[in-house]
C-alpha cells in the first residue's frame, strides 16, 4: 500500500461548507421539489435517505455553494456522535440544513468513499468529541474539521479500504439485526411462558 502524505489537513483535500441555515421548522410539501437533508437523513449504512427528506417549494436563502452534488459527504457536528453519509445524485435539487457540514473532496487526490470511511472510524469519531465545544449540545467547529489530519494513501489503496469499512459496517448492521432477533424470541417466549396455563 502506497503513501503519499502522512500528514495532511483534511482542508486541504476537500472545500467544507456550513448547511443552509433555516429560521423555523422544516416542513414538508407534497408538491415541493427541493429536498432538504438533515440529521436524520445520514443512514447508519453511509448513505442519504433522500427518499425521507423533507422536501420544500423555497429556500430562506440561496445556497453559496448551490445545491448538492453526486458524492458530497455529509457530516452532522452536534451531539457526541457524529453521521457521516455520501450523497447521490436525486432526481431532483437537495441541499443540506445547517448545522450539517458539506465536505466537497478534492477526487483526484481523496475519494468520497475513503473520506467517509476515515470520518466514521472510532479514531476519528473520538477526536472530533474531543473537539467539540459547548455544554448543552456539543458542537465540532469547522475549524477543527478542516484541521483533522488525514493518512492518505494512493487512490487504488483508498478504494480497498473503504470497501472494507463498508463490509464491516454491513457485518456490524447484521449483528445488530440478530440480536434485535434473538431478543424479540426471548421475549415472545418470557410471555408465553407467563400466559400458559401452567405457569398460572
Not at 421475549?187 to 398460572?200: H, I, K, N, Q, Y
Request: hydrophobic residues 45%; proline residues 7%; charged residues 25%.
Amino acid at each position: 500500500m502506497a503513501w503519499l502524505n502522512l500528514n495532511i489537513k483534511l482542508g486541504d483535500l476537500a472545500r467544507i461548507r456550513p448547511g443552509l441555515p433555516f429560521r423555523s421548522r422544516i416542513e414538508s410539501h407534497a408538491e415541493g421539489d427541493i429536498a432538504v437533508i438533515q440529521a436524520r437523513d445520514l443512514g447508519d449504512d453511509g448513505n442519504v435517505s433522500v427518499e425521507g427528506a423533507a422536501r420544500v417549494r423555497f429556500l430562506p436563502a440561496s445556497p453559496k455553494d448551490g445545491f448538492l452534488k453526486a458524492h458530497d459527504v455529509l457530516l452532522q457536528p452536534r451531539g457526541t456522535r457524529f453521521p457521516v453519509a455520501i450523497f447521490e445524485q436525486a432526481e431532483f435539487s437537495a441541499v443540506a440544513a445547517a448545522p450539517i457540514y458539506t465536505l466537497r473532496a478534492d477526487a483526484s487526490r481523496i475519494l468520497p468513499e475513503f473520506l467517509a470511511a476515515v470520518l466514521m472510524s472510532p479514531a476519528t469519531q473520538a477526536v472530533l468529541r474531543q473537539s467539540a465545544v459547548g455544554t448543552y449540545v456539543p458542537q465540532v467547529p469547522r475549524q477543527a474539521v478542516e484541521n483533522l489530519q488525514i493518512e492518505l494513501p494512493d487512490l487504488p489503496s483508498q478504494m480497498k479500504l473503504a470497501d472494507l469499512a463498508r463490509l464491516e459496517r454491513r457485518e456490524r448492521e447484521m449483528m445488530d439485526r440478530l440480536r434485535d432477533a434473538r431478543a424479540r424470541v426471548f421475549d415472545l417466549a418470557v410471555r408465553g411462558c407467563e400466559e400458559s396455563p401452567e405457569a398460572r
